[in-house]
Protein backbone atom coordinates (compact mmCIF):
# COMPACT_ATOMS: atom_id res chain seq x y z
CA UNK A 1 0.00 0.00 0.00
CA UNK A 2 1.01 3.58 -0.32
CA UNK A 3 2.04 5.47 2.41
CA UNK A 4 -1.43 8.05 1.95
CA UNK A 5 -3.18 4.38 2.66
CA UNK A 6 -1.75 3.69 5.34
CA UNK A 7 -1.88 7.45 7.22
CA UNK A 8 -5.49 7.04 5.67
CA UNK A 9 -5.97 3.78 7.69
CA UNK A 10 -3.92 5.05 11.04
CA UNK A 11 -6.31 8.14 10.77
CA UNK A 12 -9.29 6.23 10.69
CA UNK A 13 -8.04 3.97 13.53
CA UNK A 14 -7.41 7.01 15.33
CA UNK A 15 -11.15 8.13 14.93
CA UNK A 16 -12.80 4.84 15.72
CA UNK A 17 -10.49 5.00 18.87
CA UNK A 18 -11.81 8.52 19.54
CA UNK A 19 -15.14 8.08 18.85
CA UNK A 20 -15.44 4.85 21.17
CA UNK A 21 -13.84 6.15 24.41
CA UNK A 22 -16.05 10.03 23.87
CA UNK A 23 -12.98 11.98 24.78
CA UNK A 24 -14.65 14.52 22.79
CA UNK A 25 -17.75 15.61 20.66
CA UNK A 26 -18.63 12.85 17.84
CA UNK A 27 -18.20 16.43 15.31
CA UNK A 28 -15.20 16.86 16.43
CA UNK A 29 -13.00 14.42 16.48
CA UNK A 30 -14.43 13.37 12.56
CA UNK A 31 -14.37 17.12 11.23
CA UNK A 32 -10.75 17.37 12.76
CA UNK A 33 -9.42 13.73 11.27
CA UNK A 34 -11.16 15.20 7.37
CA UNK A 35 -8.82 18.36 8.08
CA UNK A 36 -5.65 15.95 9.43
CA UNK A 37 -6.55 14.44 5.59
CA UNK A 38 -6.76 17.61 3.97
CA UNK A 39 -3.52 18.82 5.59
CA UNK A 40 -1.86 15.61 4.90
CA UNK A 41 -2.76 16.19 1.14
CA UNK A 42 -4.41 12.84 1.04
CA UNK A 43 -7.35 13.89 0.10
CA UNK A 44 -8.30 17.49 -1.88
CA UNK A 45 -10.61 20.23 -0.44
CA UNK A 46 -13.87 18.85 -2.86
CA UNK A 47 -13.09 15.32 -1.35
CA UNK A 48 -13.31 16.83 2.19
CA UNK A 49 -15.95 19.05 1.93
CA UNK A 50 -18.16 17.54 -0.52
CA UNK A 51 -20.47 16.30 2.30
CA UNK A 52 -21.61 19.46 3.18
CA UNK A 53 -22.72 19.77 -0.48
CA UNK A 54 -24.36 16.05 -0.29
CA UNK A 55 -28.27 16.19 -0.09
CA UNK A 56 -27.83 14.00 2.47
CA UNK A 57 -27.14 15.81 5.67
CA UNK A 58 -29.81 18.88 4.23
CA UNK A 59 -32.30 16.53 3.72
CA UNK A 60 -31.55 14.97 7.19
CA UNK A 61 -31.47 18.46 8.72
CA UNK A 62 -35.11 19.04 7.22
CA UNK A 63 -36.82 15.95 8.49
CA UNK A 64 -35.50 16.73 12.09
CA UNK A 65 -37.85 19.87 11.85
CA UNK A 66 -40.74 17.99 10.24
CA UNK A 67 -40.67 15.47 12.98
CA UNK A 68 -39.87 18.33 15.66
CA UNK A 69 -43.01 19.96 14.29
CA UNK A 70 -45.54 16.24 14.89
CA UNK A 71 -43.80 15.90 18.20
CA UNK A 72 -44.17 20.06 19.62
CA UNK A 73 -48.48 18.96 18.61
CA UNK A 74 -48.36 15.54 20.65
CA UNK A 75 -50.36 14.05 17.97
CA UNK A 76 -48.30 10.21 18.87
CA UNK A 77 -48.77 10.07 22.81
CA UNK A 78 -52.89 10.15 23.19
CA UNK A 79 -51.99 7.42 20.28
CA UNK A 80 -49.69 5.27 22.62
CA UNK A 81 -51.85 6.44 25.64
CA UNK A 82 -54.77 4.21 24.43
CA UNK A 83 -53.03 1.24 23.20
CA UNK A 84 -51.35 0.96 26.79
CA UNK A 85 -54.37 1.80 27.91
CA UNK A 86 -55.88 -1.52 27.48
CA UNK A 87 -55.75 -4.67 30.04
CA UNK A 88 -53.79 -7.63 29.35
CA UNK A 89 -50.46 -9.40 30.09
CA UNK A 90 -46.62 -8.24 29.61
CA UNK A 91 -46.45 -9.60 26.13
CA UNK A 92 -49.79 -8.12 25.12
CA UNK A 93 -48.82 -4.80 26.83
CA UNK A 94 -45.43 -4.84 24.53
CA UNK A 95 -47.07 -5.35 21.50
CA UNK A 96 -49.73 -2.57 21.95
CA UNK A 97 -46.33 -0.51 22.33
CA UNK A 98 -43.99 -1.55 20.48
CA UNK A 99 -45.67 -1.75 16.89
CA UNK A 100 -47.31 1.69 16.54
CA UNK A 101 -44.20 2.96 17.82
CA UNK A 102 -42.34 1.08 14.90
CA UNK A 103 -45.06 2.02 12.25
CA UNK A 104 -44.29 5.78 13.47
CA UNK A 105 -40.49 5.59 12.96
CA UNK A 106 -40.89 4.44 9.52
CA UNK A 107 -41.81 7.81 8.64
CA UNK A 108 -40.54 9.99 11.18
CA UNK A 109 -37.08 10.27 12.82
CA UNK A 110 -37.07 7.33 15.91
CA UNK A 111 -35.17 9.98 17.96
CA UNK A 112 -37.89 12.38 18.13
CA UNK A 113 -40.32 9.50 18.85
CA UNK A 114 -38.47 7.91 22.09
CA UNK A 115 -38.21 11.53 23.49
CA UNK A 116 -41.85 11.97 23.42
CA UNK A 117 -42.98 8.37 24.28
CA UNK A 118 -40.41 8.06 27.62
CA UNK A 119 -42.80 10.57 30.05
CA UNK A 120 -45.77 8.89 28.87
CA UNK A 121 -44.80 5.39 29.27
CA UNK A 122 -42.98 5.52 32.33
CA UNK A 123 -45.96 7.28 34.03
CA UNK A 124 -48.26 4.36 32.78
CA UNK A 125 -46.05 2.17 34.21
CA UNK A 126 -46.10 3.67 37.42
CA UNK A 127 -49.88 4.09 37.58
CA UNK A 128 -49.96 0.30 36.82
CA UNK A 129 -47.60 -0.64 39.08
CA UNK A 130 -45.75 -2.19 35.99
CA UNK A 131 -41.53 -1.96 36.36
CA UNK A 132 -41.25 0.37 33.52
CA UNK A 133 -37.33 -1.51 32.81
CA UNK A 134 -40.38 -3.66 31.23
CA UNK A 135 -40.87 -1.31 27.76
CA UNK A 136 -38.39 1.37 27.65
CA UNK A 137 -35.86 -0.76 26.18
CA UNK A 138 -38.40 -2.35 23.74
CA UNK A 139 -39.76 0.79 22.93
CA UNK A 140 -36.36 1.97 21.94
CA UNK A 141 -35.28 -1.11 19.78
CA UNK A 142 -39.31 -0.78 18.05
CA UNK A 143 -38.45 2.23 17.33
CA UNK A 144 -35.16 1.28 15.61
CA UNK A 145 -36.31 -1.48 13.68
CA UNK A 146 -39.37 0.84 12.21
CA UNK A 147 -36.37 3.16 11.04
CA UNK A 148 -34.95 -0.10 8.68
CA UNK A 149 -38.41 0.38 6.77
CA UNK A 150 -38.21 3.42 4.71
CA UNK A 151 -35.73 6.18 3.51
CA UNK A 152 -36.88 8.89 5.90
CA UNK A 153 -37.12 6.34 8.67
CA UNK A 154 -33.75 6.81 10.09
CA UNK A 155 -30.75 9.44 9.37
CA UNK A 156 -28.62 6.03 8.38
CA UNK A 157 -30.95 5.33 5.25
CA UNK A 158 -30.49 8.80 3.97
CA UNK A 159 -26.59 8.96 4.25
CA UNK A 160 -26.46 5.79 2.50
CA UNK A 161 -29.03 7.01 -0.42
CA UNK A 162 -26.46 10.20 -0.70
CA UNK A 163 -23.59 8.12 -1.07
CA UNK A 164 -25.10 6.14 -3.61
CA UNK A 165 -26.21 9.12 -5.15
CA UNK A 166 -22.38 10.97 -4.91
CA UNK A 167 -21.29 7.69 -6.78
CA UNK A 168 -22.90 8.27 -9.31
CA UNK A 169 -25.33 5.58 -8.69
CA UNK A 170 -29.16 6.19 -8.59
CA UNK A 171 -30.59 7.72 -5.11
CA UNK A 172 -32.50 5.13 -2.63
CA UNK A 173 -36.07 4.42 -3.75
CA UNK A 174 -38.28 6.09 -0.76
CA UNK A 175 -39.96 2.15 -0.22
CA UNK A 176 -36.48 0.81 -1.72
CA UNK A 177 -35.16 -0.73 1.61
CA UNK A 178 -38.21 -2.09 2.49
CA UNK A 179 -38.05 -4.87 0.87
CA UNK A 180 -35.14 -6.57 3.26
CA UNK A 181 -36.07 -3.96 5.97
CA UNK A 182 -39.76 -4.56 6.93
CA UNK A 183 -38.90 -8.40 6.78
CA UNK A 184 -36.23 -7.68 9.23
CA UNK A 185 -38.01 -5.09 11.67
CA UNK A 186 -41.49 -7.90 11.36
CA UNK A 187 -38.74 -10.75 12.87
CA UNK A 188 -37.35 -8.38 14.99
CA UNK A 189 -40.81 -7.43 16.48
CA UNK A 190 -42.13 -11.26 16.89
CA UNK A 191 -38.73 -11.89 18.53
CA UNK A 192 -38.81 -9.21 21.33
CA UNK A 193 -42.47 -9.74 21.72
CA UNK A 194 -41.49 -13.73 22.78
CA UNK A 195 -38.44 -13.39 24.47
CA UNK A 196 -38.03 -9.97 26.07
CA UNK A 197 -40.19 -11.12 28.87
CA UNK A 198 -37.80 -13.53 29.41
CA UNK A 199 -35.04 -12.00 28.94
CA UNK A 200 -35.37 -8.53 30.15
CA UNK A 201 -34.09 -8.33 34.12
CA UNK A 202 -36.97 -6.22 36.26
CA UNK A 203 -34.64 -3.14 37.97
CA UNK A 204 -35.55 -1.52 40.51
CA UNK A 205 -33.18 1.01 42.97
CA UNK A 206 -30.57 -0.35 45.06
CA UNK A 207 -32.55 -0.52 48.40
CA UNK A 208 -35.78 -2.86 48.12
CA UNK A 209 -37.70 0.09 50.10
CA UNK A 210 -37.47 2.21 47.15
CA UNK A 211 -40.47 1.48 44.82
CA UNK A 212 -38.88 3.57 41.81
CA UNK A 213 -36.72 1.95 39.44
CA UNK A 214 -34.38 5.14 39.08
CA UNK A 215 -31.82 5.82 42.48
CA UNK A 216 -30.85 9.67 42.84
CA UNK A 217 -28.68 10.86 44.76
CA UNK A 218 -29.15 14.19 46.38
CA UNK A 219 -27.61 16.99 48.99
CA UNK A 220 -28.97 18.91 51.89
CA UNK A 221 -27.67 20.98 54.66
CA UNK A 222 -29.19 21.13 58.04
CA UNK A 223 -30.30 24.59 59.42
CA UNK A 224 -28.10 26.34 61.72
CA UNK A 225 -30.63 26.27 64.67
CA UNK A 226 -33.56 24.81 62.89
CA UNK A 227 -35.42 22.19 64.34
CA UNK A 228 -33.57 19.54 62.96
CA UNK A 229 -30.21 21.30 64.16
CA UNK A 230 -29.07 18.68 67.85
CA UNK A 231 -31.68 15.98 67.39
CA UNK A 232 -30.85 12.55 66.09
CA UNK A 233 -31.77 11.11 62.83
CA UNK A 234 -34.97 9.23 64.37
CA UNK A 235 -36.39 12.42 66.20
CA UNK A 236 -36.13 14.23 63.31
CA UNK A 237 -38.57 11.83 61.25
CA UNK A 238 -35.74 11.09 58.62
CA UNK A 239 -35.17 7.43 59.54
CA UNK A 240 -38.54 6.66 57.37
CA UNK A 241 -39.61 8.64 54.62
CA UNK A 242 -41.37 7.32 51.72
CA UNK A 243 -39.44 6.32 48.75
CA UNK A 244 -35.98 7.88 49.94
CA UNK A 245 -34.07 6.79 52.84
CA UNK A 246 -30.66 9.02 54.69
CA UNK A 247 -27.45 7.52 52.91
CA UNK A 248 -24.54 9.67 54.92
CA UNK A 249 -24.12 12.24 56.85
CA UNK A 250 -21.04 14.60 56.20
CA UNK A 251 -19.59 16.89 59.11
CA UNK A 252 -16.48 18.85 58.05
CA UNK A 253 -13.90 16.05 56.83
CA UNK A 254 -16.04 12.96 58.75
CA UNK A 255 -18.45 11.69 56.73
CA UNK A 256 -20.88 9.56 58.64
CA UNK A 257 -22.04 5.76 56.72
CA UNK A 258 -24.07 4.59 57.51
CA UNK A 259 -26.15 7.18 59.48
CA UNK A 260 -28.05 5.39 62.02
CA UNK A 261 -31.35 6.46 64.05
CA UNK A 262 -29.17 7.92 67.08
CA UNK A 263 -26.51 9.60 65.06
CA UNK A 264 -27.11 13.49 66.23
CA UNK A 265 -27.38 16.10 63.65
CA UNK A 266 -25.39 19.14 64.21
CA UNK A 267 -26.68 22.54 61.77
CA UNK A 268 -24.18 22.76 58.56
CA UNK A 269 -24.15 18.85 58.27
CA UNK A 270 -24.44 17.94 54.89
CA UNK A 271 -27.04 14.77 54.11
CA UNK A 272 -26.92 12.67 51.46
CA UNK A 273 -30.41 10.98 50.21
CA UNK A 274 -31.07 8.69 48.06
CA UNK A 275 -34.30 8.12 46.71
CA UNK A 276 -36.45 7.74 42.92
CA UNK A 277 -37.33 11.66 41.19
CA UNK A 278 -40.41 12.42 42.45
CA UNK A 279 -39.50 11.98 46.15
CA UNK A 280 -36.36 13.43 45.88
CA UNK A 281 -37.84 16.76 44.64
CA UNK A 282 -39.99 16.59 47.69
CA UNK A 283 -37.52 16.33 49.92
CA UNK A 284 -36.61 20.72 49.29
CA UNK A 285 -40.31 21.07 51.19
CA UNK A 286 -39.01 19.90 54.07
CA UNK A 287 -38.54 22.25 57.45
CA UNK A 288 -35.10 22.03 58.50
CA UNK A 289 -33.16 20.95 55.44
CA UNK A 290 -32.23 23.31 52.52
CA UNK A 291 -30.50 22.64 49.24
CA UNK A 292 -26.57 21.84 49.74
CA UNK A 293 -25.56 25.05 47.76
CA UNK A 294 -26.94 27.99 49.64
CA UNK A 295 -27.60 30.01 46.68
CA UNK A 296 -29.33 27.15 44.74
CA UNK A 297 -32.60 28.70 44.61
CA UNK A 298 -31.67 32.33 43.97
CA UNK A 299 -33.15 34.01 41.45
CA UNK A 300 -36.15 31.64 41.67
CA UNK A 301 -39.87 31.81 43.08
CA UNK A 302 -42.32 29.96 43.49
CA UNK A 303 -44.69 30.49 41.29
CA UNK A 304 -41.57 29.48 38.88
CA UNK A 305 -40.38 26.45 40.40
CA UNK A 306 -39.90 23.37 37.96
CA UNK A 307 -38.43 20.13 38.13
CA UNK A 308 -36.89 18.61 35.09
CA UNK A 309 -34.90 15.36 34.19
CA UNK A 310 -32.06 15.43 31.71
CA UNK A 311 -30.23 13.10 30.00
CA UNK A 312 -26.53 13.10 28.96
CA UNK A 313 -26.04 12.68 25.45
CA UNK A 314 -22.95 11.17 24.03
CA UNK A 315 -21.80 14.19 22.26
CA UNK A 316 -22.58 16.60 25.31
CA UNK A 317 -20.50 18.99 26.55
CA UNK A 318 -20.77 17.90 29.94
CA UNK A 319 -19.47 14.60 29.60
CA UNK A 320 -16.25 14.01 31.11
CA UNK A 321 -16.45 17.08 33.25
CA UNK A 322 -18.01 18.09 36.34
CA UNK A 323 -21.02 20.65 37.33
CA UNK A 324 -18.40 22.81 38.93
CA UNK A 325 -15.94 22.98 35.99
CA UNK A 326 -18.13 23.78 33.60
CA UNK A 327 -20.57 26.49 35.56
CA UNK A 328 -23.46 24.38 35.41
CA UNK A 329 -25.69 27.23 36.85
CA UNK A 330 -24.47 30.20 35.29
CA UNK A 331 -24.24 28.04 31.64
CA UNK A 332 -27.86 26.68 32.16
CA UNK A 333 -29.48 29.06 34.17
CA UNK A 334 -30.57 25.66 36.20
CA UNK A 335 -29.46 24.01 39.27
CA UNK A 336 -28.81 20.12 39.59
CA UNK A 337 -30.17 18.66 43.03
CA UNK A 338 -29.52 15.03 42.16
CA UNK A 339 -27.87 12.79 39.82
CA UNK A 340 -28.80 9.39 38.74
CA UNK A 341 -26.23 6.68 37.56
CA UNK A 342 -27.70 3.80 35.82
CA UNK A 343 -25.14 1.20 37.17
CA UNK A 344 -23.54 2.39 40.47
CA UNK A 345 -24.54 5.12 42.83
CA UNK A 346 -22.87 8.26 42.91
CA UNK A 347 -20.38 8.80 45.96
CA UNK A 348 -18.72 12.16 46.62
CA UNK A 349 -20.11 15.97 46.16
CA UNK A 350 -22.36 16.64 43.18
CA UNK A 351 -20.53 19.79 42.08
CA UNK A 352 -17.41 17.15 41.78
CA UNK A 353 -19.15 14.33 39.65
CA UNK A 354 -17.45 13.86 36.54
CA UNK A 355 -20.51 12.87 34.40
CA UNK A 356 -20.93 9.90 31.97
CA UNK A 357 -22.80 9.31 29.15
CA UNK A 358 -26.53 8.13 30.30
CA UNK A 359 -26.31 10.07 33.50
CA UNK A 360 -29.38 11.15 34.53
CA UNK A 361 -29.88 14.85 36.38
CA UNK A 362 -32.29 16.39 38.52
CA UNK A 363 -32.62 20.16 37.63
CA UNK A 364 -34.87 22.65 39.13
CA UNK A 365 -34.96 25.77 36.72
CA UNK A 366 -37.88 27.78 35.79
CA UNK A 367 -40.79 26.93 33.16
CA UNK A 368 -38.92 27.87 30.31
CA UNK A 369 -35.65 25.16 30.89
CA UNK A 370 -36.92 22.77 28.44
CA UNK A 371 -38.01 25.44 25.70
CA UNK A 372 -34.58 26.24 25.48
CA UNK A 373 -32.31 23.24 25.96
CA UNK A 374 -34.69 20.19 24.16
CA UNK A 375 -32.98 19.39 21.11
CA UNK A 376 -29.69 20.47 22.02
CA UNK A 377 -26.69 18.30 21.92
CA UNK A 378 -26.21 19.17 25.91
CA UNK A 379 -28.82 16.93 26.93
CA UNK A 380 -30.45 14.13 24.90
CA UNK A 381 -33.62 14.16 27.23
CA UNK A 382 -35.48 16.55 28.50
CA UNK A 383 -38.53 16.15 30.79
CA UNK A 384 -40.44 18.12 33.43
CA UNK A 385 -41.61 16.40 36.26
CA UNK A 386 -45.14 16.86 37.69
CA UNK A 387 -46.78 18.25 34.89
CA UNK A 388 -45.80 18.34 30.74
CA UNK A 389 -45.47 21.60 28.47
CA UNK A 390 -49.35 21.91 26.77
CA UNK A 391 -48.77 20.15 23.19
CA UNK A 392 -49.70 22.69 20.80
CA UNK A 393 -52.62 20.94 19.86
CA UNK A 394 -54.66 23.70 17.70
CA UNK A 395 -51.72 23.05 15.34
CA UNK A 396 -52.09 19.31 15.72
CA UNK A 397 -53.86 19.23 12.07
CA UNK A 398 -51.53 20.73 9.63
CA UNK A 399 -48.38 19.00 10.71
CA UNK A 400 -50.44 16.10 10.42
CA UNK A 401 -51.14 17.15 6.67
CA UNK A 402 -47.36 17.95 6.40
CA UNK A 403 -45.85 15.20 7.92
CA UNK A 404 -48.42 12.73 5.62
CA UNK A 405 -47.89 14.98 2.66
CA UNK A 406 -44.31 14.24 2.89
CA UNK A 407 -44.68 10.70 3.10
CA UNK A 408 -47.25 10.48 -0.10
CA UNK A 409 -45.07 12.93 -2.24
CA UNK A 410 -41.58 11.63 -2.00
CA UNK A 411 -42.92 7.79 -1.99
CA UNK A 412 -45.21 8.23 -5.14
CA UNK A 413 -41.95 10.26 -6.31
CA UNK A 414 -43.18 13.42 -7.28
CA UNK A 415 -40.16 14.92 -5.82
CA UNK A 416 -37.30 13.45 -4.63
CA UNK A 417 -36.63 13.64 -0.97
CA UNK A 418 -34.48 16.69 -0.71
CA UNK A 419 -37.40 18.62 -1.88
CA UNK A 420 -39.89 17.08 -0.36
CA UNK A 421 -38.19 17.82 3.17
CA UNK A 422 -37.19 21.24 2.69
CA UNK A 423 -40.78 22.19 1.48
CA UNK A 424 -42.43 20.38 4.61
CA UNK A 425 -39.97 22.28 6.60
CA UNK A 426 -40.96 25.60 5.40
CA UNK A 427 -44.28 24.49 5.92
CA UNK A 428 -43.91 23.55 9.32
CA UNK A 429 -42.47 27.02 10.21
CA UNK A 430 -45.24 28.64 7.90
CA UNK A 431 -47.96 27.16 9.42
CA UNK A 432 -46.63 28.04 12.94
CA UNK A 433 -46.22 24.42 14.45
CA UNK A 434 -42.77 25.60 15.39
CA UNK A 435 -41.31 29.34 15.59
CA UNK A 436 -38.04 29.55 13.86
CA UNK A 437 -36.14 29.49 16.95
CA UNK A 438 -37.65 25.76 17.32
CA UNK A 439 -37.20 24.42 14.29
CA UNK A 440 -33.43 26.09 14.43
CA UNK A 441 -32.63 23.95 17.97
CA UNK A 442 -34.57 21.18 16.51
CA UNK A 443 -32.10 20.29 14.43
CA UNK A 444 -28.82 18.47 15.63
CA UNK A 445 -26.17 19.72 14.16
CA UNK A 446 -23.50 17.42 15.61
CA UNK A 447 -25.20 14.72 13.94
CA UNK A 448 -25.05 17.16 11.03
CA UNK A 449 -21.63 17.81 11.09
CA UNK A 450 -21.02 14.14 11.76
CA UNK A 451 -22.57 13.18 8.25
CA UNK A 452 -21.22 15.87 5.97
CA UNK A 453 -17.72 15.01 7.90
CA UNK A 454 -17.47 11.44 7.59
CA UNK A 455 -17.93 11.89 3.89
CA UNK A 456 -14.42 13.45 3.77
CA UNK A 457 -13.46 9.85 5.23
CA UNK A 458 -15.11 7.68 2.78
CA UNK A 459 -13.58 9.80 -0.10
CA UNK A 460 -10.08 8.40 1.68
CA UNK A 461 -10.63 5.29 1.97
CA UNK A 462 -11.97 5.28 -1.72
CA UNK A 463 -8.69 7.84 -3.09
CA UNK A 464 -6.44 6.25 -1.97
CA UNK A 465 -7.10 2.11 -2.78
CA UNK A 466 -7.47 1.43 1.23
CA UNK A 467 -11.36 0.25 0.47
CA UNK A 468 -10.03 -1.59 -2.68
CA UNK A 469 -7.43 -3.36 -0.05
CA UNK A 470 -9.91 -4.34 2.88
CA UNK A 471 -12.54 -5.40 0.22
CA UNK A 472 -9.67 -7.82 -1.19
CA UNK A 473 -9.43 -9.60 1.86
CA UNK A 474 -13.02 -10.04 2.68
CA UNK A 475 -13.35 -11.59 -0.64
CA UNK A 476 -10.36 -13.63 -0.41
CA UNK A 477 -11.34 -14.27 3.25
CA UNK A 478 -14.87 -15.28 2.33
CA UNK A 479 -15.28 -16.17 -0.95
CA UNK A 480 -14.30 -20.16 -0.56
CA UNK A 481 -17.93 -20.00 1.44
CA UNK A 482 -20.39 -18.45 -0.90
CA UNK A 483 -21.08 -14.69 -1.96
CA UNK A 484 -23.56 -14.74 0.82
CA UNK A 485 -20.95 -15.39 3.56
CA UNK A 486 -18.80 -12.43 1.85
CA UNK A 487 -22.17 -10.64 2.38
CA UNK A 488 -22.27 -11.81 6.00
CA UNK A 489 -18.97 -10.20 7.02
CA UNK A 490 -19.51 -6.94 5.53
CA UNK A 491 -22.74 -6.86 7.94
CA UNK A 492 -20.77 -8.05 10.46
CA UNK A 493 -18.40 -5.81 10.03
CA UNK A 494 -20.65 -3.04 10.18
CA UNK A 495 -22.37 -4.17 13.18
CA UNK A 496 -19.49 -4.07 15.04
CA UNK A 497 -18.42 -0.55 14.12
CA UNK A 498 -22.09 0.76 14.84
CA UNK A 499 -21.81 -0.30 17.93
CA UNK A 500 -18.04 1.64 18.95
CA UNK A 501 -18.96 4.75 16.74
CA UNK A 502 -21.95 6.56 15.35
CA UNK A 503 -24.27 4.69 13.35
CA UNK A 504 -24.16 7.32 10.14
CA UNK A 505 -20.30 7.28 10.79
CA UNK A 506 -20.04 3.45 10.66
CA UNK A 507 -22.51 3.58 7.12
CA UNK A 508 -20.38 6.49 5.78
CA UNK A 509 -16.73 4.57 6.82
CA UNK A 510 -18.18 1.12 4.90
CA UNK A 511 -20.40 2.11 2.20
CA UNK A 512 -16.73 2.48 -0.20
CA UNK A 513 -15.56 -1.25 1.56
CA UNK A 514 -18.96 -2.88 0.67
CA UNK A 515 -19.29 -1.01 -2.78
CA UNK A 516 -15.34 -2.29 -3.25
CA UNK A 517 -16.22 -5.97 -2.54
CA UNK A 518 -19.88 -5.95 -4.53
CA UNK A 519 -17.75 -5.38 -7.83
CA UNK A 520 -14.77 -7.98 -6.85
CA UNK A 521 -17.47 -10.47 -6.76
CA UNK A 522 -19.56 -9.48 -9.38
CA UNK A 523 -22.59 -8.44 -7.18
CA UNK A 524 -25.07 -5.96 -7.26
CA UNK A 525 -23.54 -2.69 -5.02
CA UNK A 526 -27.28 -1.56 -3.75
CA UNK A 527 -27.21 -4.71 -2.43
CA UNK A 528 -24.17 -4.20 -0.13
CA UNK A 529 -25.25 -0.52 0.26
CA UNK A 530 -28.56 -1.41 1.26
CA UNK A 531 -27.28 -4.24 3.65
CA UNK A 532 -25.33 -1.61 5.18
CA UNK A 533 -27.74 1.13 5.95
CA UNK A 534 -29.79 -1.73 7.61
CA UNK A 535 -26.50 -2.97 9.61
CA UNK A 536 -25.31 0.27 11.13
CA UNK A 537 -28.96 0.75 12.13
CA UNK A 538 -28.87 -2.41 13.70
CA UNK A 539 -27.56 -1.36 17.27
CA UNK A 540 -28.69 -3.22 20.28
CA UNK A 541 -25.50 -4.01 22.17
CA UNK A 542 -24.68 -1.34 24.28
CA UNK A 543 -26.45 1.47 25.68
CA UNK A 544 -24.06 4.26 23.94
CA UNK A 545 -24.56 2.54 20.12
CA UNK A 546 -27.66 4.69 19.19
CA UNK A 547 -28.97 7.99 20.68
CA UNK A 548 -32.77 6.01 21.55
CA UNK A 549 -30.69 3.32 23.84
CA UNK A 550 -28.46 6.12 25.52
CA UNK A 551 -31.98 7.80 26.48
CA UNK A 552 -33.64 5.01 28.13
CA UNK A 553 -30.64 4.17 29.86
CA UNK A 554 -31.33 6.09 32.77
CA UNK A 555 -35.02 6.40 32.99
CA UNK A 556 -35.24 2.62 32.70
CA UNK A 557 -32.65 2.04 35.33
CA UNK A 558 -31.04 -0.35 33.53
CA UNK A 559 -27.33 -1.59 33.96
CA UNK A 560 -24.80 -1.71 31.14
CA UNK A 561 -25.11 -5.74 30.55
CA UNK A 562 -29.01 -5.60 30.27
CA UNK A 563 -28.74 -3.73 26.80
CA UNK A 564 -27.06 -7.28 25.49
CA UNK A 565 -29.50 -9.75 27.13
CA UNK A 566 -31.75 -8.93 24.61
CA UNK A 567 -29.69 -6.88 22.23
CA UNK A 568 -27.42 -9.83 21.52
CA UNK A 569 -29.77 -12.53 20.13
CA UNK A 570 -31.77 -9.48 18.28
CA UNK A 571 -28.38 -8.70 16.73
CA UNK A 572 -28.05 -12.43 15.52
CA UNK A 573 -31.83 -12.14 14.42
CA UNK A 574 -31.29 -9.16 12.76
CA UNK A 575 -28.07 -10.12 10.62
CA UNK A 576 -29.37 -13.35 9.80
CA UNK A 577 -32.29 -11.87 8.02
CA UNK A 578 -29.80 -9.25 6.25
CA UNK A 579 -27.62 -11.33 5.30
CA UNK A 580 -30.71 -14.33 3.83
CA UNK A 581 -33.02 -11.45 2.54
CA UNK A 582 -30.92 -9.54 0.43
CA UNK A 583 -29.96 -12.40 -2.06
CA UNK A 584 -33.94 -12.74 -2.62
CA UNK A 585 -34.13 -8.90 -4.38
CA UNK A 586 -30.64 -8.85 -5.81
CA UNK A 587 -27.89 -10.13 -7.39
CA UNK A 588 -24.94 -10.54 -4.52
Given amino acids: MSWEAWFTLAVVALTVVLLAREVMAPAGVVFGSVVVLLVADVIEPPQAFGGFSNPAPITVAALYVVAAGIERTGLLAPIVDAFLGGSGGTRSTLARLMVPTAASSAFLNNTPIVAMLVSPVTRWSQRNGHPVSRYLMPLSFAAVLGGMITLIGTSTNVVVSGLLDASGREPMGFFEISKVGLPVALVGLVFMLLFTPLLLPERRGARRDIE ?114 IGFRERYRAAVIAIHRADQRVEGKLGDV ?221 IAAITLLAPVFWTI
Fill in 212 to 325: DVREFVVEMTVDPGGPLDGVTVEEGELRHLAGVFLAQVERGDRVIAPAGPETVLVGGDVLRFVGNAADVADLHSRRGISPAVSNLLDGFTSQRLAFYEAVIGSSSPLNGRSLKA
Fill in 354 to 574: RLRTGDTLLLIADPAFRTRWQGSPDFLLVSRLGSTDPPRSAKALPAAAIGIGVVVVAGVGWLPILETSLVGALLVVGFGVLTPYEARVSVDINVIVVIASSFGLGAALEATGLADRIADGIVDGLSGAGNVAVLLGVVLATVALTELITNNAAAILMFPIAVSTAVTVGGDPRAYAIAVALAASASFLTPIGYQTNTMVWGPGGYRFGDYARVGFPLTIVA
